[in-house]
């Protein structure tokens, strides 16, 4: 089943902070995120394992509550590169693993 | 350090016709996804092969098939295209032991006409 992302869009001004939020109804054993800019590929930002600690890559952190199912993407002091759809993709693990399924994405945008 | 590539960029078929698409991976990575993705829509898996099989398959019917190469370089077939079939087709690779993240290629943006 697809992970759920929220919000669907968000507008920022540079500077300011960002949410995105990717739920799944299954058990998950990884959440990976991407960013996409149009008409480009997916690019990698970063993974959260099971039972792994929190990751960042530069102003860009993310969570993983295995016992909710969720994980959330924060953006600090957004900067106009940012701007993009972001994608979760959820593993399940197990026999299953390597195949993600995605959200449907959340579109930010960042102004001046 | 090369990243992974896909061939041709763009492509327009007929209705019925056969495409075949291509994908190497990145360097070091033995393990090739395919992924179609809808226009606004995120990237629905096709299928995984490592070791020259097809590993694991998404929910895509049979007119989607797929190889692997010795070089770990993979081929998606699609065969009787049908309009709904035009999307971005994007192949992802990693390595299967030791490492979980994906990389994606640049796609191929296949039309059917």
């Known amino acids: 089943q697809q992970p759920v992302q929220s919000p669907q869009a968000v507008i920022l001004r540079e500077g300011e902070d960002a949410v995105i939020n990717c739920s799944s109804s299954k058990a998950l054993y990884s959440v990976h995120w991407y960013r996409q800019k149009h008409g480009e590929a997916p690019v990698f930002l970063m993974i959260?394992?099971?039972?792994?600690e929190q990751m960042r890559h530069e102003k860009i952190s993310a969570s993983f509550n295995e016992k909710k199912q969720q994980s959330s993407l924060y953006l600090t002091a957004s900067q106009l590169s940012y701007s993009g759809t972001y994608f979760c993709?959820?593993?399940?693990?197990?026999?299953?693993?390597?195949?993600?399924?995605f959200g449907q994405g959340t579109i930010l945008t960042v102004h001046p | 350090d090369a990243g992974v590539t896909q061939s041709p960029t763009h492509l327009i078929k007929t209705r019925g016709q056969q495409v075949t698409l291509r994908c190497s991976p990145k360097?070091?990575?033995?393990?090739v996804s395919w992924y179609q993705q809808a226009l606004g829509q995120g990237p629905q898996f096709i299928f995984q092969y490592y070791e020259e099989e097809e590993r694991q398959r998404g929910n895509f019917p049979d007119r989607f098939s797929g190889h692997q190469f010795p070089n770990y370089s993979s081929e998606l077939n699609v065969n009787a295209l049908l309009l709904g079939d035009s999307a971005l087709y994007l192949c992802?690779?990693?390595?299967?032991?030791?490492?979980?993240?994906?990389?994606f290629g640049p796609g191929t943006r296949l039309t059917v006409t």
């Open positions: 959260l394992l099971k039972g792994g």
């Open positions: 992802a690779s990693r390595r299967r032991t030791g490492a979980y993240e994906q990389y």
């Open positions: 993709g959820t593993g399940a693990g197990g026999t299953s693993y390597g195949k993600l399924t």
């Open positions: 360097s070091g990575h033995d393990t």
